[in-house]
């Protein structure tokens, strides 16, 4: 199972794009890289999912080099809803994947 | 398209006691799953079904804990008796298949509180 790490607060405030790192140094090849959101009392909430290179939805944007054992979801211009938990997951199947601490994201006005 | 149902929203018990947990997944899905998360930390997953068998239930207590999904829809956790470091929220999500790179759908939870 590839061990991920990530920072576990950052600060940020409204309109800012934000950038979380994540490091997977043992990432394997047919392992996915995904990012899940949550919210206080809610459940985890996907954000966006990525094998290489970039990808962009609606939501974020997430970077993997070539080499694939970092990534970094961006948030482009925060708002104080985006202030959440963020975790980052690498595997290839559900049960592959562990959820760590997450990084705790604050927004301020 | 209606989400991941779960009830109780909350519960408190005492030590020893028994408790359990419903969920229903979004219609259709074939994979359903069950996280425990204590305060702080990420979700752990306890136990996930296909349909109505048990894929992967290597980080589940059995000592007590237990989980169905007879019908391949619905789904109970048990925990029977419970202990004060059960005190944790209890998550259910569901996703179409387990494939590759599939997307899990996370209920509210049940945050349970054992005194």
């Known amino acids: 199972l590839a061990k991920t790490t990530q920072p576990i607060s950052m600060d940020s405030y409204e309109g800012q794009e934000v950038n979380i790192t994540c490091s997977h140094n043992n990432i394997a090849t047919n392992d996915y890289i995904t990012w899940y959101q949550q919210f206080p009392s809610q459940g985890p909430r996907f954000i966006i999912q990525?094998?290489?290179t970039k990808v962009t939805n609606e939501v974020a944007s997430l970077f993997i080099p070539a080499d694939r054992k970092s990534s970094t979801l961006s948030l482009p211009r925060v708002s104080l809803s985006d202030t959440a938990v963020y975790y980052c997951l690498v595997g290839e199947v559900v049960n592959d994947m562990r959820f760590g601490a997450g990084t705790r994201l604050t927004v301020k006005p | 398209e209606a989400g991941v149902a779960q009830s109780p929203r909350y519960k408190i018990i005492e030590k020893r006691q028994s408790v359990a947990f419903w969920c229903n997944p979004i219609s259709g899905h074939a994979t359903l799953y069950w996280y425990q998360q204590i305060l702080g930390q990420g979700p752990k997953l306890l136990i996930q079904?296909?349909?109505?068998?048990?894929?992967?239930d290597s980080q589940l207590p059995k000592d007590r804990f237990s989980a169905e999904r007879l019908k391949g829809v619905d789904s109970t956790l048990k925990i029977q008796p419970a202990k004060l470091e059960d005190s944790a929220v209890y998550l259910c999500a569901s996703s179409f298949l387990a494939g590759v790179g599939e997307t899990q759908y996370f209920g509210p939870g049940t945050r349970l509180l054992v005194l």
């Open positions: 079904f296909q349909n109505n068998g048990v894929v992967d």
């Open positions: 990525g094998y290489k």
